[in-house]
């Protein structure tokens, strides 16, 4: 389901280039990604599931506050689905790989099978060189769609005082970063987090 509303939503905008970057997105596996190593919907499918509830949450955030309008909407579609584009990674390799961990030999199992870690249960693949996945969401984007200057803006700054551009933001925010940024932040933080008492 996740899957069908997020290819509806790209192809929606119309931009030239989007089915060939949805064609690519499931030659790698965008759709079954993890998310996370560890926290946010470390699991399979996280990615996309993450990536529609930043989605709902920029539709709530800008709505109240009244910035919400047609002219906007593609922005908002391609910068909430695309910003953890990065995160299922590229070159034919995945970002997240299982955590496999070694049990514990004893006498009886001297050879016991490996399984996935449940307190982590990925790690990032050491065969995939690694690059920020802000940047890597917009290399990858930009090679099938036409990003706007602020979507690209938006997409490499969106972790905000979290990310590696700390520095560049103070000063230079932007209304659909910040929209991108909250959104993505109350996702991962409120909704996606079963700690808070969160629903």
Known sequence: MNEARIKE???NTGREGIDDLISYMEEND???SPCSTRYHLAEEGGLATHSL???ENILRIASGLGVINEDQMN???IVALLHDLGKMGQFGKPNYVPNMLKGRATKANPDPEPKQS???PYKSNPDLRYVDHEVRSVAIASRFIELTEEEQLAILWHNGLYGPFKYEIQGNETPLYMLLHFAD???ARVTEDGSNGAE
Request: proline residues 0%; neutral net charge; charged residues 10%.
């Open 9 to 11: 939503l790209l192809k």
């Open 30 to 32: 965008f759709f079954t």
């Open 53 to 55: 509830n930043v989605y």
């Open 75 to 77: 922005s908002f579609i």
């Open 118 to 120: 449940e307190a982590q």
């Open 185 to 187: 932040l109350w996702a």
